[in-house]
């Protein structure tokens, strides 16, 4: 589905202060989904989450539906919506309702990578992505992350030299086994070329 808007709000927890930005989107179903949504088909409008801490290290997520479910996600956070779970509330049912809304999560995070940054670290929010070429965690984890790279690769989400987010076929990759210490002198050199990665992306 097309994301029509990402809004972003911060939020502060608890005495640390723990910064959370929380990307959301409305969605409207397709019949498909109306017809597999059950007691939710009656809904026009469907709100879709993401919150991200922004202080500590990226670690394993987990899906809510308003409350937290028992599913989990390699994609760093919490991912909030009102999905279609199992009598016990407990787990996402995998059908054509959960495929869509997985669908528009991975649309919200791809589309969020600008506002998920840090200073000096050009490439974090490619930790907090779902973690590609592991076990997915359950069926809805394993989908989010197919999605996600999919949109990912037709989306400006690499950094450039500059620490630009860029399409990813217009950059180029640093041949393998050149020490980190090489690459970040010559990032730092005014004269080279943007067209390559930000050695940030090296360490992933």
């Not at 076929?169 to 980190?180: E, F, M, T």
Request: aromatic letters at 8%; proline letters at 7%; one cysteine or more.
């Amino acid at each position: 589905p097309k994301i029509i808007a990402v809004f972003v709000d911060d939020v502060i927890e608890g005495e640390d202060g723990t910064l959370w930005k929380v990307f959301s989107t409305v969605h409207v179903p397709s019949e498909a989904a109306r017809r597999d949504a059950g007691t939710l088909a009656g809904r026009d409008r469907l709100p879709v989450l993401w919150a991200l801490s922004m202080s500590g290290k990226a670690e394993v997520g987990s899906f809510w539906a308003f409350f937290p479910l028992a599913d989990q996600t390699t994609l760093s956070g919490i991912v909030n919506a009102p999905w279609k779970t199992n009598d016990d509330r407990t787990n996402l049912l995998e059908g054509e309702f959960n495929k869509e809304l997985l669908s528009v999560v991975a649309g919200v995070v791809v589309e969020s990578f600008e506002k998920v940054h840090r200073e000096g670290d050009a490439a974090w929010h490619l930790d907090v992505m779902p973690a590609r070429g592991r076990e997915a965690r359950n069926w809805a984890d394993a989908l989010l992350t197919s999605l996600c790279y999919k949109r990912a690769a037709v989306s400006a989400c690499i950094p450039d030299q500059t620490g630009r987010l860029r399409v990813p076929v217009d950059l180029q990759l640093h041949p393998r086994g050149i020490p980190p210490e090489v690459l970040s002198v010559w990032s730092a050199e005014p004269t080279r070329p943007d067209g390559w990665c930000h050695p940030s992306v090296e360490t992933r």
